[in-house]
């Protein structure tokens, strides 16, 4: 099934396609035929994951990014995924971690995502094959209110690695960037933060509770009609900390391609199963936008901004850019 054509305000960004796009992009697209041929790295593969991930070399990917269906009733492009008991969604889990697990390299690392209602069943199916590291809580702000419950505007995303004694993690590429509210001076000088003619900022090491972060909206770039998509700058956070340039990801649930735009930004190799070809469309049009424009919005120049700094990022951005200008021309 394809979607609807939809009105859209003029300053909005969503990615539509063509029907020329539609068969340009589709020919970057791999399915399980052509996977069977012969696997490289960098491919969207159309196909269903449980059916095709034998295909796809062991122990070849440094980093894991998984956030497959929730326990919960979700129409993906036409096709349901149905809420079940939690005992079933574990066993469903069962039916694709392990050999997921396998793909994984043994110094490798595991980020795989979930709600307030199937986490508990993640870090149960987790636990039996790697390393429970951590469990990031990002409050994604956004969510449907309910009448006879607490709004759910919470995602939990399980960090695990093969060998705790044995991992890349790397706390320097994400430290985060925040205005400081109180400044300590010790002598009249900043203790720990930094003055500027647009306020006094702070560099922080990065905790497991993200609130700077938004689910992607129509006025971004990024955005799709993917009902679940993740924003670009959740995903730059985990695979700046836990791969380095040139390294392998692995996306066994792709959607909208997000772990694949954000591997191409950051100078790693992907590879993406999404069972819709819709959704493989999207990412196939995401990664060839990833040719012109790198940018990640949210972070700028090795820094992780606050949710709603876009000005203060781009002043930033725009000063250290002149600086180095004038570093180059002395
Ligand atoms: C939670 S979404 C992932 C969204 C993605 N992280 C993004 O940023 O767009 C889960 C995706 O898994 C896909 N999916 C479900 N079962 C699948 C299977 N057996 N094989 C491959 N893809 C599947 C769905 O179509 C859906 O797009």
Known sequence: MTTTKKNRAGRNRTVTLTEQERETLGRL??????????????????????????????AHFDLAI???????????????????????YEDYLRGWFYKVCDKIKPDGSLY???????TASIQRVVEEKMTVMNRISWQREKGRGAKRNWKNSMEDIWFAVKNP???????????MRRRVNAPYRVEGMPKDWEETDDGNFRMTHPSNFWDDISVPFWSMHEN?????????????????ASSMPGDRILDPFLGSGTAAVVAKKLDRHFCGIEIEREYCLWAAKRLMNADEDK????????VFWERNSLRDMNKFVRKKKQGRKRKQAE
């Not at 491919?43 to 095709?52: G, P, R, T």
């Not at 004694?165 to 430290?175: E, G, L, Q, R, T």
């Not at 940018?295 to 090795?302: E, H, K, R, S, V």
């Open 29 to 58: 697209i791999s399915d399980a035929d052509s996977l069977k041929a012969g696997f490289r790295d960098d491919m969207v593969i159309n196909a269903d994951m449980m059916e095709c991930i034998d295909d796809i070399p062991d």
């Open 66 to 88: 998984i956030d497959p269906p929730y326990n919960t009733d979700k129409v993906f492009n036409g096709t349901r995924f149905g809420a079940m008991s939690s005992a079933d």
């Open 112 to 118: 795989i995502c979930g709600d307030w209602k199937c």
């Open 165 to 175: 004694n044995d991992y890349h993690f790397d706390v320097s590429a994400v430290m």
């Open 224 to 240: 799709t009609d993917h009902p679940t998509q993740k924003p670009e700058k959740l995903y730059a956070k985990l695979i700046l």
């Open 295 to 302: 940018t990640i919005q949210g972070y700028a120049d090795g």
